[in-house]
């Protein structure tokens, strides 16, 4: 059975920092590609950030480019989000996924295995 289990999402003052976290188990870990997406109210979701099976491949979405950063630990099957310079339009319930493939679109199609999400809030 494939769990996705998604953390670090919090409270924080725009322009701070959060880092989420990210493990899969029951998947080969090391053979897929990894994502996360976000959903605010009102909003339709985004996919924001891809990495490869390999980590040779990194996305971003053009609005989180410069400030999150994404990457992987295949020894621990977990991947994470490093998320700076954090903005009020940021604020979302954010979700991470597997799938067979990271492309430059991060689209939703691509991952099969999806977390429960994690909010992030932002405050002025």
């Known amino acids: 059975q494939v769990q996705v289990v998604e953390s670090g999402g919090g409270l924080v003052q725009a322009g701070g920092s959060l880092r989420l976290s990210c493990t899969v188990s029951g998947i080969t870990f090391e053979n897929y590609g990894l994502g996360w997406f976000r959903h605010a109210p009102g909003k339709e979701g985004e996919g924001i950030s891809c990495?490869?099976?390999?980590?040779?491949?990194?996305y971003y979405r053009d609005s989180v480019e410069g400030r999150f950063t994404i990457s992987r630990d295949n020894a621990k099957n977990t991947h994470y989000l490093q998320m700076n310079s954090l903005k009020l339009e940021d604020m979302a319930m954010y979700y991470c996924?597997?799938?067979?493939?990271?492309?430059?679109?991060?689209?939703?199609?691509?991952?099969?295995?999806w977390g429960q999400g994690t909010q992030v809030t932002v405050s002025s």
């Open positions: 990495i490869t099976w390999n980590g040779q491949f990194t």
């Open positions: 996924a597997a799938g067979n493939q990271c492309t430059r679109s991060v689209a939703r199609r691509d991952f099969g295995y």
